[in-house]
C-alpha cells in the first residue's frame, strides 16, 4: 500500500524548535518530488516546500524561507521539515504529498497525502 | 505569486444536483492545475490533474475543464460523499499556490 506518516509535531512555544518527518512506503520513494504543505486551523491548504526526487532542488515559500528548511534520505524513504524560529502563525497541520511533477506537458498534482501531524505554536 | 480565486465560496445545493465550482488564475497556468477535495478531519484528495484529468479512482460524475485562467470543476449529480471543500492549486510557477477554496454544502 502506498503511504505517507507524518510524524513530530506537538507543542512548542513561540521562537522553538521543531523538526516533521514523513515516512514512505509502498512506492518508489526516490522517484518522486515531495511537498510539506499546511493547513492552519479552518483555513485553506498552504503550500509550504518542495523538493526535488534528488534533493538538489527546493523551494520555500516566502512565509517559512530562512526558517524552515527541507531535507530528504532517499536511502530511508524519508522527509524531514525542520522548523526554526516558530511563530504563531505556524499553529497547522502539516501534511506531506507526493508529487509526480510536470512529466511531458501534463501536471500530475499531489496524487498521495499523509494523515498530518498537528504543530501548535504557543 | 499566482492567486487562484475560487468562487462561490459555497454553494448549497441537494444530492443529485449538478455542481458547478470556478477557479480565476491572475495570469495564465496553461493546464499546470489540479483539483482536491477535502472533507472534514481528513487529508486533501487529489481528484483532477492537469486541468481535466481525473486520478485514479475518481468516478465519473467529477469533471475538469478549462486551460489558461479559468477553470470548471463540474460533480454531475452529487452524491452524499460529495458535499466537501473543494480546492484548485497550480503548478505554473513558484511558489505553488492554492486557491481559497469552495465548500459544497448539503
Known amino acids: 500500500e502506498v503511504q505517507l506518516v507524518e510524524s513530530g509535531g506537538g507543542l512548542v512555544q513561540p521562537g522553538g524548535s521543531l523538526r516533521l518527518s514523513c515516512a514512505a512506503s509502498?512506492?518508489?520513494?526516490?522517484?518522486?518530488?515531495m511537498n510539506w504543505v499546511r493547513q492552519a486551523p479552518g483555513k485553506g491548504l498552504e503550500w509550504v516546500s518542495y523538493i526535488s526526487s534528488s534533493g538538489s532542488t527546493i523551494y520555500y515559500a516566502d512565509s517559512v524561507k530562512g526558517r524552515f528548511t527541507i531535507s530528504r534520505d532517499n536511502a530511508k524513504n524519508s522527509l524531514d521539515l525542520q522548523m526554526n524560529s516558530l511563530r504563531d502563525e505556524d499553529t497547522a497541520v502539516y501534511y506531506c504529498?507526493?508529487?509526480?511533477?510536470?512529466?511531458?506537458?501534463?501536471?500530475?498534482?499531489?496524487?498521495?497525502w499523509g494523515q498530518g501531524t498537528t504543530v501548535t505554536v504557543s | 505569486e499566482i492567486v487562484l480565486t475560487q468562487s462561490p465560496a459555497t454553494l448549497s445545493l441537494s444530492p443529485g444536483e449538478r455542481a458547478t465550482l470556478s477557479c480565476r488564475a491572475s495570469q495564465s497556468v496553461s493546464s499546470y492545475l489540479a483539483w482536491y477535495q477535502q472533507k472534514p478531519g481528513q487529508a486533501p484528495r487529489l481528484l483532477i490533474y492537469d486541468a481535466s484529468y481525473r486520478a485514479t479512482g475518481i468516478p465519473a460524475r467529477f469533471s475538469g475543464s478549462g486551460s489558461g485562467t479559468d477553470f470548471t470543476l463540474t460533480i454531475y449529480s452529487l452524491e452524499p460523499e460529495d458535499f466537501a471543500v473543494y480546492y484548485c492549486?497550480?503548478?505554473?510557477?513558484?511558489?505553488?499556490?492554492f486557491g481559497g477554496g469552495s465548500k459544497v454544502e448539503i
Open positions: 492549486q497550480q503548478r505554473s510557477n513558484w511558489p505553488l499556490t
Open positions: 509502498g512506492f518508489t520513494f526516490s522517484s518522486y518530488t
Open positions: 504529498a507526493r508529487d509526480k511533477g510536470v512529466v511531458s506537458n501534463y501536471y500530475y498534482g499531489m496524487d498521495v
